[in-house]
């Protein structure tokens, strides 16, 4: 069966960090793209952040670039989220997803195949 499982996720203060992370289990993730998506409340989900096979292509939405790192480990089948310089508005549940494909382009990173459960991120005083 395959399966994402998120964790990392709680509270922590503006200009704090947290790091996700992102388990598979059942599949071997060097066959996938993976990407990492949120949802505030009230809002839609957007993309976060994305990364190739290799983990040599990542990208970024423009609100977490220079804050956020993604970053991969294949021989764990983990990937990861850091999270620095928090903001309120980084609140959010916070999902990993893969998509069975060879990264070629950004839009690679569209219409995933597999989602986790979601991990909840707030950040406040």
């Known amino acids: 069966q395959l399966q994402l499982v998120e964790s990392g996720g709680g509270l922590v203060q503006p200009g704090g960090s947290l790091r996700l992370s992102c388990a598979a289990s059942?599949?071997?993730?060097?066959?996938?793209?993976i990407g990492w998506f949120r949802q505030a409340p009230g809002k839609e989900r957007e993309g976060v952040s994305c990364?190739?096979?290799?983990?040599?292509?990542?990208n970024y939405a423009d609100s977490v670039k220079g804050r956020f790192t993604i970053s991969r480990d294949n021989a764990k089948n983990t990937v990861y989220l850091q999270m620095n310089s928090l903001k309120p508005e980084d609140t959010a549940v916070y999902y990993c997803?893969?998509?069975?494909?060879?990264?070629?382009?950004?839009?690679?990173?569209?219409?995933?195949?597999?989602w986790g459960k979601g991990t909840l991120v707030t950040v406040s005083s």
């Open positions: 990364i190739s096979n290799s983990g040599g292509t990542t």
């Open positions: 059942g599949f071997t993730l060097d066959y996938y793209v």
């Open positions: 997803a893969a998509k069975r494909t060879i990264y070629s382009s950004r839009t690679d990173c569209n219409y995933m195949n597999y």
